[in-house]
């Protein structure tokens, strides 16, 4: 069962001064991530704006994604959407591609059953041949997960691992020493160190995009026993995710981005620009922290 580590950006969605998504932008992206460490991608999550997207863009931002990679990182595409149906065909899609896995979070608007959402991933899983990947993330999709749920979906050996995007930390101990051959992703970055005391070997995060090298180090400093000096750094990454709430994370990490000199673009209508006054206060934190 291929494991996962290391350091995932949630990629945002590049878009051009028309709103289109931005091919170079994805580019530039990437290598910026790769630059700074990062082993992987996740691609058309939360951060990406999936849910923003047309089904069409949510294939085009793949294939940009997979060309630009090239084959020097894994790819994991979350193909979530409402129905089973729909699902299995960004699946097939996405393996056709090339990635190493996907990710799906629970259909959601309707609420399902649990013996539902087991079969949709079940049926998920049996539709393609590469792993699937459970997408937690209860505050975004409205459904919590008990452990014993997580039990289920794992029963079934494709289903390879967990993105867990929740403050769960009981439910995050459970799973980690029931299932030490998965893949559980920190889906939290503040909480990666916490995360990472309790084993976890891999993160997925939207501020993995601008400022990946953080968290790298901090895995680095962990291999070394040094978790003093690992506390500092997520110390710094705090207080930058603690101010991108306070604007909005996605806009944030795009306005960040920017700052940075990769431009990708706002966020999808009905998310507002930010603000002047919310950018020089993003802009001042960042500095702070040795982000620019
Ligand atoms: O991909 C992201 N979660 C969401 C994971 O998008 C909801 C996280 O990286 C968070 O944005 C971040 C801030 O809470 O941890």
């Known amino acids: 069962m291929k494991k996962f580590r290391g350091i995932f950006p949630a990629l945002v969605t590049p878009f051009d001064e028309n709103g289109k998504i931005h ?9 910026s991530c790769l630059e700074k460490g990062a082993s992987g991608f996740y691609v058309g999550g939360s951060t990406g704006e999936s849910y923003l997207l047309s ?14 990679v090239d084959g020097r990182a894994d790819v994991i595409a979350n193909i979530g959407l409402f129905s089973t149906e729909q699902g299995v065909e960004l699946a097939k899609h996405a393996e056709s591609l090339g990635v190493s896995a996907v ?28 792993p699937v990947i459970i997408y937690n993330i209860p505050a975004m ?20 691992g967990m993105k867990h995007t929740s403050y769960d930390l009981f439910q995050l101990e459970r799973v980690l020493g029931e299932y ?7 889906g939290h970055d503040e909480l990666f160190l ?4 309790l084993g976890v070997e891999a993160g997925i995060g939207s501020t993995f995009n601008f400022m990946a090298e953080k968290f790298v180090r901090i895995q ?5 026993n040094r978790w003093q000096e690992a506390s500092v750094i997520q110390k710094e990454a705090n207080a930058v995710i603690e101010a991108l709430a306070k604007v909005g994370v996605f806009k944030g990490v795009k306005a960040a ?36």
Do not use: W
Request: proline share 6%.
């Open 194 to 197: 916490s995360a990472s005391v």
């Open 103 to 130: 990710s799906s979070v629970p259909p959601f608007y309707f609420p399902f059953t649990l013996d539902e959402y087991v079969q949709y991933y079940n049926d998920l899983a049996d539709s393609v041949d590469i």
């Open 220 to 224: 680095k400093l962990i291999s070394e």
């Open 257 to 292: 981005l920017k700052l940075q000199g990769i431009d990708c673009g706002d966020c999808r209508r009905p998310f507002a620009p930010l603000e002047k006054e919310q950018e020089k206060f993003l802009q001042e934190v960042l500095e702070q922290n040795h982000c620019l």
């Open 141 to 160: 999709s409205g459904i919590t997960f008990q452990t014993e749920d997580i039990r289920r979906f794992f029963s079934n050996e494709k289903i390879i």
């Open 23 to 31: 091919p170079g932008a994805v580019e530039k992206l990437i290598e």
């Open 180 to 186: 030490p051959e998965k893949s559980i992703f920190c």
């Open 55 to 68: 089904v069409e863009e949510r294939r085009f931002m793949l294939e940009q994604v997979m060309k630009a």
